[in-house]
């Protein structure tokens, strides 16, 4: 079977055929050095055709207003409105599963905190009763002495046969600081949790991680829910958030400034093969 060819498209061609457009921002917006080349064209032709766009991130430390402010500083007209982040879509999250009123350790920073009161629900500390446990970023807390609190306090509560919702907001394990260097990322918090949880109890049923960043689906049905369509498309440069995330959502993916070759692409599955290629 011959593989399937992979084409490139335009920024025109986007333009034309999409009502809706969906970018990531760490890589093809912005890197640790500004912007990426191209990126401030890009914008402004989505808003000179007056096209609908939304910028989906997993990034939880910082609330919509403040990325707006930074993404101005550099030179980009990109409002908070244009802005979801996984912390944003906590609160559809909440909605759907009933955990509004919550009482929640929050991992992360004060607008990972600001993040979770948006959604409903109620911060407390680690060492307080609580109903979930909010991971949103790795920094903004004491990290030895506060994991080693939740641990505790989560053997309390299993021990005790009552239930901890584990919630992952941004489910990145690694992510890249400069070209080439990398630090671990709130992923990697949730593993520590979860594997402590599975060596003292490993038969233990009263605990439930779940994840709301790309590629899973909630950062993509905010934006739905807003428009009302699935005439969107995702550009990204991550092929398994963005691009694995908008191929399971039901909607195409544009994979932005790709280092792969495109007998390497050809090879992949599915759900990580991207619809179009795309240089900006």
Not at 183 to 200: D, F, H, L, M, T
């Amino acid at each position: 079977m011959n593989p399937i060819h992979i084409p490139s498209i335009t920024i025109k061609e986007i333009l034309s055929n999409y009502s809706v457009v969906l970018l990531d921002s760490y890589g093809v917006l912005i890197r640790e050095f500004g912007l990426v080349n191209g990126s401030k064209n890009l914008i402004n032709s989505i808003i000179d055709a007056k096209k609908s766009f939304y910028v989906l991130t997993n990034d939880a430390s910082v609330l919509p207003k403040n990325i707006a402010s930074k993404y101005h500083k550099l030179g980009l007209n990109i409002n908070e409105n244009n802005i979801i982040t996984s912390g944003c879509a906590l609160k559809i999250f909440f909605k759907a599963q009933s955990l509004e009123n919550n009482r929640c350790v929050v991992l992360g920073t004060n607008d990972t905190i600001q993040h979770v009161e948006n959604a409903g629900g109620t911060p407390v500390l680690p060492h307080d009763d609580f109903d979930s446990i909010i991971i949103g970023d790795q920094s903004g807390f004491q990290f030895t002495k506060t994991i080693n609190s939740i641990i505790n306090s989560v053997f309390n509560k299993i021990k005790k046969n009552e239930f901890i919702n584990i919630i992952l907001l941004n489910p990145d394990v690694i992510f890249p600081i400069k070209q080439n260097i990398w630090a671990y990322g709130p992923a990697s918090i949730a593993v520590i949790i979860s594997e402590a949880i599975k060596s003292n109890f490993p038969q233990s049923k009263n605990y439930k991680l779940s994840y709301i960043g790309k590629p899973h689906k909630y950062l993509f049905k905010m934006a739905f829910d807003i428009n009302q369509t699935k005439n969107m498309v995702m550009l990204g440069d991550q092929i398994m958030t963005d691009i694995k995330g908008a191929n399971n959502f039901g909607i195409d993916s544009v994979l932005i400034n790709n280092l792969m070759s495109l007998n390497k692409l050809q090879e992949l599955d599915n759900e990580l093969k991207p619809k179009f290629v795309m240089n900006l």
